[in-house]
């Protein structure tokens, strides 16, 4: 048993050096490209109006992140958190095939087989989509017309809400009484304020705390 917390904290304690690793490496090449094209041109942009910029952008995606990696990481464990957040595109894509994947091989998240299950999944559709982007790159002129075409619009429309339609018909008859709350107030919120629709980031995390809290009382009741 020893043995074996020893093996976790080392695996854990190496995944998260690389991580960090990664993350910093990110984060550099992400900033190189700017600052080469303005060393380059010698075109730099002045710093009211960087922080002109800033102040519409930062407050949200700042807030945005910080509630994601408290939502996302207990499903994600710790090397799929390092690789989702390094690659991005979460909530759209990442999470969904982590919780797919450790769905259909029966465990459960935040365990040692669905961490690994987890990360798996992110990787591969990682790699999935680097490939999908480059071919599309590479085909854009044969395929643009056909891609712009009417006909492919409404696919286009509902990718969304066919990726996180079939997900939440397993998930909500799973835990119904959970996610009868989160739903109907979501529902209602977009009915009433259908502009928030661009807000999504920011309002999955919102529906998962409130999820947590009905789940909280329903405990308390016992009627879960």
């Keep these: 048993m020893e043995k ?16 960090r690793i990664w993350s910093l490496g990110a984060l550099l090449m992400l900033l190189a490209v700017p600052a080469a094209i303005c060393l380059y041109y010698n075109a730099w942009p002045p710093v009211s109006g960087v922080l002109r910029g800033c102040l519409g952008v930062v407050p949200i995606f700042w807030t945005v992140g910080t509630i994601e990696v408290i939502t996302y990481v207990p499903m994600l464990g710790t090397g799929g958190s390092y690789l989702g957040f390094v690659t991005g595109n979460l909530t759209n894509l990442k999470v969904p095939c982590a919780l797919n994947a450790m769905e259909a091989a029966g465990v459960e998240a935040g365990s040692e087989e669905g961490e690994v299950i987890s990360t798996i999944a992110i990787a591969t559709s990682a790699i999935v ?5 480059a071919a599309g790159v590479l085909l854009l002129a044969q395929i643009r017309p056909f891609l712009e075409s009417a006909l492919m619009q409404p696919a286009f429309d509902n990718i969304l809400p066919a990726l996180f339609g079939g997900l939440a018909v397993v998930y909500v008859s799973k835990n119904w009484k959970i ?5 109907v107030f979501m529902v209602a919120l977009f009915v009433l304020a259908p502009g928030l629709a661009g807000s999504v980031g920011v309002l999955v995390p919102v529906g998962a705390l409130i999820a947590i809290g009905v789940a909280r009382i329903l405990y308390r009741r016992g009627i879960l």
Excluded: C, N
């Design 4 to 19: 074996k917390a020893k093996q976790e904290r080392s695996y854990r304690d190496s995944v998260h050096a690389s991580g």
């Design 129 to 133: 989509t680097t490939v999908i982007i």
């Design 179 to 183: 996610a009868l709350v989160p739903l």
